[in-house]
């Protein structure tokens, strides 16, 4: 498919997380530079709870409420100039942003015990490659590759995806007592985003 061409809500949008059997090293993360390099971390869906790490596979994050912007903010500065009624502005260099989203929390999904990879990376310290895909179409694969950066994955409907590596620092959750308990789940941004790229 291409990038999506139409106006649309992207309620079948995804945020996913590569699971490799061994963290990616410095060197690993600083080679990750094209759309063919990590797409290729993104092949096949494990469980994130009982799954087994292995190359090429990755986790959904899933019961997103909200997802924050994506992308390099902007950093602009106003830049005074003699004798004008009114300052220039430049493009300075951006500081990359904490992001939030808010999840319908279900404690299983984040236990920090034996065997469950979302709540094991949250405060781990470790660098992970994050992929945000806005879909406004469910894929139509199935399995593992449903979701999968693959033509038979996400390529099945129109996509736009983002690559970034971060960290899963924190998580607080918020108890509702007349709506589903929620949680914020918050990811420190340690690279550039990488995209918009498409399948």
Request: with cysteine; hydrophobic share 40%; net charge negative.
């Amino acid at each position: 498919m291409s990038h999506i061409s139409s106006i649309g809500a992207g309620i079948f949008s995804d945020l996913s997380i590569a699971t490799p059997a061994t963290d990616l090293t410095p060197t690993a993360i600083a080679a990750l530079d094209t759309a063919a390099e990590f797409q290729a971390l993104f092949a096949n869906e494990i469980a994130s709870i009982g799954g087994t790490k292995a190359a090429n596979t990755f986790v959904r994050v899933k019961n997103v409420r909200e997802f924050p912007a994506m992308g390099t903010p902007p950093n602009v500065v106003n830049v005074p100039v003699y004798g004008a009624k009114t300052s220039q502005q430049i493009q300075g260099q951006a500081d990359a942003n904490s992001m939030e989203l808010t999840i319908n929390y279900i404690p299983a999904d984040w236990a920090k015990e034996v065997g469950n990879i979302l709540g094991n990376m949250v405060g781990d310290g470790k660098q992970y490659c994050f992929r945000f895909t806005l879909l406004n179409s469910e894929p139509t694969g199935s399995g593992a590759t449903k979701y999968a950066a693959t033509t038979g994955g996400v390529g099945t409907v129109e996509n736009s995806q983002y690559y970034w590596v971060g960290k899963l620092d924190a998580l607080q959750v918020t108890p509702q007592l007349t709506d589903a308990n929620t949680c914020t789940i918050t990811i420190t941004i340690q690279s550039a985003f990488y995209g918009a790229y498409t399948i």
